[in-house]
């Protein structure tokens, strides 16, 4: 099936610096996009989405931009803090067999901030 | 306050042991899934529901099953668990199976 990936595992930054955090797509038929967070120890946690018909989404500090032409995906993290070091996952809302709307997760990114 | 709650968050069990996770969620979502996490390979959906008595396969369900009696509960059934099958589960739900609420997870080891 489809799939989503990431370019990089793992991102170092420091304290205050803006992180990007790539994902790449492969199905063009996806209309909605989705960045999870998750923290050691925990759950991912719904950070920001955007739908296919949208460029560019602002949420507290972060941003998420699409380029559909490419199928790229990136979350920008503004003045990353400790906070922030965490797994986070993109997602796309792919189709199963029946028509059905799934999710379909990326393999992951952690982000390591260092103070 | 609007959550999803797994249980147990940490099992350990031996091969061959039915065992069941249980999930249930308090925001009336239509949509349920598993997922299992691990290292390297991300999460993965087990199976999912789009609504009571509705269940189907997702992407790894061999050794799996499932059921959607009503409508806040979905629990994972292990029939015969493998240590194959140790892992992290997740159970999630959403109302348009958009917007995914995690549990904290469970800790499943099979010896």
């Known amino acids: 099936g489809e799939s989503v990936g990431l370019h990089l595992p793992t991102l170092s930054v420091q304290e205050g610096d803006n992180s990007i955090i790539n994902c790449a797509y492969s199905n063009s038929a996806s209309d909605y996009f989705i960045w999870y967070k998750q923290e050691s120890g925990k759950g991912p946690q719904f950070i920001i989405d955007i739908r296919s018909n949208m460029d560019k989404r602002q949420g507290q500090r972060v941003t998420v931009l699409l380029n559909k032409t490419v199928k790229h995906l990136s979350l920008q993290i503004a003045a990353t803090q400790p906070g922030d070091s965490a797994v986070y996952f993109c997602?796309?809302?792919?189709?199963?067999?029946?028509?059905?709307?799934?999710?379909?997760f990326g393999r992951g990114t952690s982000l390591i901030v260092h103070p | 306050e609007a959550q999803v709650t797994q249980n147990p968050r940490y099992l350990i069990t031996v091969t061959g042991k039915k065992l069941t996770v249980t999930c249930s969620q308090n925001?009336?979502?239509?949509?349920m899934s598993w997922y299992r996490q691990d290292p390297g390979l991300g999460l993965r959906q087990i199976y999912y529901?789009?609504?009571?008595?509705?269940?189907d396969k997702g992407d790894v369900p061999e050794g799996y099953k499932v059921s959607r009696k009503e409508k806040r509960n979905f629990p994972l059934i292990l029939e015969s668990p493998s240590p194959n099958q140790t892992s992290l589960y997740f159970c999630?739900?959403?109302?348009?199976?958009?917007?995914?609420?995690f549990g904290s997870g469970t800790q499943l080891s099979v010896l």
């Open positions: 529901s789009m609504n009571v008595e509705v269940t």
């Open positions: 997602a796309e809302k792919g189709y199963a067999s029946g028509g059905s709307y799934i999710p379909t």
């Open positions: 999630a739900s959403s109302l348009l199976s958009e917007k995914l609420f």
């Open positions: 925001m009336n979502h239509e949509y």
